[in-house]
Protein backbone atom coordinates (compact mmCIF):
# COMPACT_ATOMS: atom_id res chain seq x y z
CA UNK A 1 0.00 0.00 0.00
CA UNK A 2 1.03 3.74 -0.93
CA UNK A 3 -0.09 6.33 1.43
CA UNK A 4 -0.34 9.11 -1.16
CA UNK A 5 -4.29 9.90 -1.33
CA UNK A 6 -4.85 8.01 1.43
CA UNK A 7 -7.13 7.97 4.19
CA UNK A 8 -5.89 7.59 7.52
CA UNK A 9 -7.70 7.81 10.47
CA UNK A 10 -5.77 7.76 13.76
CA UNK A 11 -7.36 8.42 17.23
CA UNK A 12 -6.17 10.47 20.05
CA UNK A 13 -3.85 12.49 17.03
CA UNK A 14 -4.06 16.22 18.66
CA UNK A 15 -0.97 15.58 20.20
CA UNK A 16 2.31 13.39 21.22
CA UNK A 17 2.32 10.23 19.74
CA UNK A 18 -0.71 10.19 17.98
CA UNK A 19 0.08 13.30 16.44
CA UNK A 20 3.59 12.27 15.59
CA UNK A 21 1.63 9.66 13.64
CA UNK A 22 -0.70 11.53 11.64
CA UNK A 23 2.12 13.96 10.68
CA UNK A 24 4.56 11.15 9.63
CA UNK A 25 1.62 9.69 7.28
CA UNK A 26 0.87 13.07 6.08
CA UNK A 27 4.42 14.05 5.02
CA UNK A 28 3.78 10.74 3.16
CA UNK A 29 0.98 12.14 0.98
CA UNK A 30 -1.98 10.29 3.48
CA UNK A 31 -5.11 12.50 3.77
CA UNK A 32 -5.04 12.06 8.06
CA UNK A 33 -8.03 12.50 10.04
CA UNK A 34 -7.42 13.75 14.09
CA UNK A 35 -9.94 12.29 16.36
CA UNK A 36 -9.66 14.37 19.79
CA UNK A 37 -11.72 14.40 22.54
CA UNK A 38 -10.92 17.17 24.99
CA UNK A 39 -8.57 19.36 23.17
CA UNK A 40 -10.02 20.74 20.57
CA UNK A 41 -7.34 23.18 19.68
CA UNK A 42 -4.79 21.02 19.67
CA UNK A 43 -6.64 19.18 17.55
CA UNK A 44 -6.54 22.47 14.41
CA UNK A 45 -2.80 23.01 15.36
CA UNK A 46 -2.22 19.71 13.96
CA UNK A 47 -4.88 19.78 11.15
CA UNK A 48 -3.02 22.98 10.21
CA UNK A 49 0.05 21.14 10.01
CA UNK A 50 -1.34 18.82 8.11
CA UNK A 51 -2.33 20.73 5.54
CA UNK A 52 1.19 22.45 5.34
CA UNK A 53 2.22 19.28 4.63
CA UNK A 54 -0.52 19.27 1.76
CA UNK A 55 -2.83 16.75 3.42
CA UNK A 56 -6.68 17.09 3.33
CA UNK A 57 -6.54 17.09 6.94
CA UNK A 58 -10.31 17.23 9.04
CA UNK A 59 -10.95 16.59 12.47
CA UNK A 60 -13.71 14.58 14.01
CA UNK A 61 -14.83 15.04 18.04
CA UNK A 62 -15.44 11.68 19.68
CA UNK A 63 -15.65 9.46 22.37
CA UNK A 64 -14.19 6.15 21.36
CA UNK A 65 -15.49 4.32 24.29
CA UNK A 66 -19.01 4.87 22.83
CA UNK A 67 -20.37 3.01 19.74
CA UNK A 68 -22.69 6.14 18.91
CA UNK A 69 -19.31 8.19 18.51
CA UNK A 70 -17.73 5.64 15.88
CA UNK A 71 -20.58 5.16 14.00
CA UNK A 72 -20.83 9.19 13.64
CA UNK A 73 -16.92 9.47 12.85
CA UNK A 74 -17.05 6.76 10.39
CA UNK A 75 -20.58 8.59 9.04
CA UNK A 76 -18.29 12.03 8.95
CA UNK A 77 -15.20 10.16 7.08
CA UNK A 78 -16.88 8.19 4.42
CA UNK A 79 -18.98 11.46 3.33
CA UNK A 80 -16.01 13.40 3.16
CA UNK A 81 -13.78 11.37 1.46
CA UNK A 82 -15.72 7.87 0.60
CA UNK A 83 -13.51 5.88 1.83
CA UNK A 84 -11.60 4.51 4.89
CA UNK A 85 -7.81 2.82 4.23
CA UNK A 86 -6.16 2.34 7.28
CA UNK A 87 -7.03 2.82 10.95
CA UNK A 88 -4.63 3.32 13.46
CA UNK A 89 -5.73 2.89 17.50
CA UNK A 90 -3.77 4.89 19.00
CA UNK A 91 -5.58 6.69 22.04
CA UNK A 92 -5.17 4.93 25.52
CA UNK A 93 -4.79 6.48 29.06
CA UNK A 94 -2.50 5.43 31.76
CA UNK A 95 -1.72 5.80 35.50
CA UNK A 96 -0.68 4.02 38.26
CA UNK A 97 -3.27 1.79 39.96
CA UNK A 98 -1.66 -0.02 43.11
CA UNK A 99 -4.01 -3.22 43.55
CA UNK A 100 -5.52 -3.68 46.32
CA UNK A 101 -6.44 -0.09 46.24
CA UNK A 102 -7.76 0.28 42.77
CA UNK A 103 -11.59 0.26 42.03
CA UNK A 104 -13.96 -0.87 39.19
CA UNK A 105 -14.26 2.37 38.04
CA UNK A 106 -10.55 2.17 37.49
CA UNK A 107 -11.31 -1.22 35.98
CA UNK A 108 -13.50 -0.44 33.54
CA UNK A 109 -11.81 3.19 32.56
CA UNK A 110 -9.14 0.94 31.39
CA UNK A 111 -11.01 -1.44 29.28
CA UNK A 112 -13.39 1.22 27.68
CA UNK A 113 -10.97 3.56 26.74
CA UNK A 114 -7.73 1.06 25.62
CA UNK A 115 -9.77 -1.92 24.40
CA UNK A 116 -13.36 -1.45 24.03
CA UNK A 117 -12.36 1.09 21.66
CA UNK A 118 -9.98 -1.11 20.00
CA UNK A 119 -13.30 -3.20 19.50
CA UNK A 120 -15.82 -0.67 18.39
CA UNK A 121 -12.92 0.85 15.86
CA UNK A 122 -11.86 -2.22 14.27
CA UNK A 123 -15.36 -3.48 13.66
CA UNK A 124 -16.87 -0.51 12.14
CA UNK A 125 -13.64 0.39 10.24
CA UNK A 126 -13.49 -3.35 9.47
CA UNK A 127 -16.54 -3.60 7.82
CA UNK A 128 -16.25 -0.95 5.43
CA UNK A 129 -12.38 -1.91 4.28
CA UNK A 130 -13.84 -5.51 3.95
CA UNK A 131 -16.16 -3.93 1.62
CA UNK A 132 -13.59 -2.16 -0.47
CA UNK A 133 -11.41 -5.42 -0.13
CA UNK A 134 -8.51 -3.45 1.10
CA UNK A 135 -6.97 -1.84 4.34
CA UNK A 136 -4.95 -2.10 7.36
CA UNK A 137 -5.48 -1.35 10.76
CA UNK A 138 -2.74 -1.31 13.55
CA UNK A 139 -3.42 -1.03 16.83
CA UNK A 140 -0.89 0.64 19.58
CA UNK A 141 -0.42 -1.95 22.34
CA UNK A 142 2.37 -1.76 24.86
CA UNK A 143 5.45 -3.64 26.15
CA UNK A 144 3.57 -4.07 29.06
CA UNK A 145 0.66 -6.22 27.34
CA UNK A 146 3.47 -8.81 27.83
CA UNK A 147 5.46 -7.76 30.96
CA UNK A 148 3.37 -6.93 33.28
CA UNK A 149 4.12 -3.88 35.61
CA UNK A 150 2.61 -4.55 39.12
CA UNK A 151 1.71 -1.06 39.71
CA UNK A 152 -0.57 -0.68 36.47
CA UNK A 153 -2.08 -3.85 36.40
CA UNK A 154 -5.28 -2.87 35.02
CA UNK A 155 -3.72 -0.78 32.14
CA UNK A 156 -1.31 -3.63 31.53
CA UNK A 157 -4.37 -6.38 31.39
CA UNK A 158 -5.90 -3.96 28.70
CA UNK A 159 -2.93 -3.55 26.24
CA UNK A 160 -3.03 -7.55 26.50
CA UNK A 161 -6.74 -7.10 25.24
CA UNK A 162 -5.29 -5.28 22.25
CA UNK A 163 -2.60 -7.56 21.58
CA UNK A 164 -5.39 -11.26 21.80
CA UNK A 165 -7.04 -8.63 19.53
CA UNK A 166 -5.03 -7.58 16.88
CA UNK A 167 -4.14 -11.57 16.35
CA UNK A 168 -7.80 -12.60 16.36
CA UNK A 169 -8.65 -10.19 13.71
CA UNK A 170 -5.67 -10.49 11.58
CA UNK A 171 -7.39 -14.28 11.02
CA UNK A 172 -10.83 -12.75 10.82
CA UNK A 173 -10.35 -9.51 8.57
CA UNK A 174 -8.02 -11.69 5.76
CA UNK A 175 -7.47 -11.48 3.18
CA UNK A 176 -8.24 -8.44 2.25
CA UNK A 177 -7.55 -6.62 5.40
CA UNK A 178 -4.08 -6.64 7.47
CA UNK A 179 -4.14 -6.01 11.19
CA UNK A 180 -0.72 -5.57 13.58
CA UNK A 181 0.44 -3.91 16.62
CA UNK A 182 2.97 -1.93 17.17
CA UNK A 183 4.15 -2.06 20.90
CA UNK A 184 5.93 1.20 22.56
CA UNK A 185 8.37 1.15 25.70
CA UNK A 186 9.43 4.13 27.43
CA UNK A 187 8.50 6.52 25.01
CA UNK A 188 9.15 10.50 25.52
CA UNK A 189 6.61 11.30 28.61
CA UNK A 190 6.16 7.58 29.74
CA UNK A 191 5.13 6.02 33.26
CA UNK A 192 8.07 7.86 35.30
CA UNK A 193 9.17 11.80 34.62
CA UNK A 194 11.59 12.16 37.23
CA UNK A 195 15.34 12.21 36.69
CA UNK A 196 15.85 9.44 38.69
CA UNK A 197 13.27 7.13 37.20
CA UNK A 198 13.98 8.08 33.87
CA UNK A 199 17.53 7.46 34.73
CA UNK A 200 17.04 3.77 35.90
CA UNK A 201 14.45 3.05 32.74
CA UNK A 202 17.45 4.30 30.27
CA UNK A 203 20.31 2.12 31.84
CA UNK A 204 17.86 -0.85 31.72
CA UNK A 205 17.03 -0.52 28.32
CA UNK A 206 20.00 -2.06 25.82
CA UNK A 207 20.23 1.12 23.06
CA UNK A 208 20.58 3.41 26.24
CA UNK A 209 17.87 5.50 25.49
CA UNK A 210 14.20 6.77 25.71
CA UNK A 211 12.26 6.28 22.83
CA UNK A 212 10.88 9.40 20.87
CA UNK A 213 7.52 9.87 18.91
CA UNK A 214 9.13 9.64 15.96
CA UNK A 215 10.05 5.96 16.68
CA UNK A 216 6.18 4.17 17.09
CA UNK A 217 5.24 6.88 13.98
CA UNK A 218 8.42 4.96 11.55
CA UNK A 219 7.03 2.01 13.10
CA UNK A 220 3.53 2.16 12.11
CA UNK A 221 4.57 3.33 8.65
CA UNK A 222 6.67 0.51 8.24
CA UNK A 223 3.26 -1.75 9.01
CA UNK A 224 1.92 0.46 6.19
CA UNK A 225 3.79 0.79 3.26
CA UNK A 226 6.67 -1.45 3.93
CA UNK A 227 5.48 -4.50 3.29
CA UNK A 228 1.60 -5.99 2.14
CA UNK A 229 2.39 -9.46 3.69
CA UNK A 230 2.29 -9.08 6.98
CA UNK A 231 -0.16 -9.65 9.26
CA UNK A 232 -0.87 -10.71 13.22
CA UNK A 233 2.18 -9.36 14.34
CA UNK A 234 3.45 -7.20 17.57
CA UNK A 235 6.61 -4.99 16.74
CA UNK A 236 8.21 -3.66 20.09
CA UNK A 237 9.74 -0.69 20.08
CA UNK A 238 11.19 -0.40 23.38
CA UNK A 239 15.19 -0.32 22.59
CA UNK A 240 15.26 -3.96 23.42
CA UNK A 241 13.82 -3.22 26.97
CA UNK A 242 11.76 -6.13 26.60
CA UNK A 243 14.81 -8.93 27.02
CA UNK A 244 17.34 -6.71 29.15
Same mark, same amino acid.
Given at each position: MTLKNCVVFVTGSAERVGKSIALTLAAK &?? +?VVIQYRSKPEKAEETVSEAKALGSDAIMTFGDISREADWLRMRDEIIKHYGRIDVLVNNAAII????FLSSTEEQWDNFMNVNLKSV? %? &?SRIFGEIMVKQQSGKIINI?? *?SGETIWPSYIPYCVSKSGVLALTRGLAKTLAPHVSVNAVSPG /?? %?EGIEDDPAS %? @? @?LTDGTPLKR !?????? !?? +?AVLFLIEGSD? *? /?GINIKVDGGRSIA
Amino acid at each position: MTLKNCVVFVTGSAERVGKSIALTLAAK &GA +NVVIQYRSKPEKAEETVSEAKALGSDAIMTFGDISREADWLRMRDEIIKHYGRIDVLVNNAAIIYKTPFLSSTEEQWDNFMNVNLKSVY %L &GSRIFGEIMVKQQSGKIINIAD *ISGETIWPSYIPYCVSKSGVLALTRGLAKTLAPHVSVNAVSPG /TV %LEGIEDDPAS %L @K @KLTDGTPLKR !IGQPED !IA +NAVLFLIEGSDF *I /TGINIKVDGGRSIA
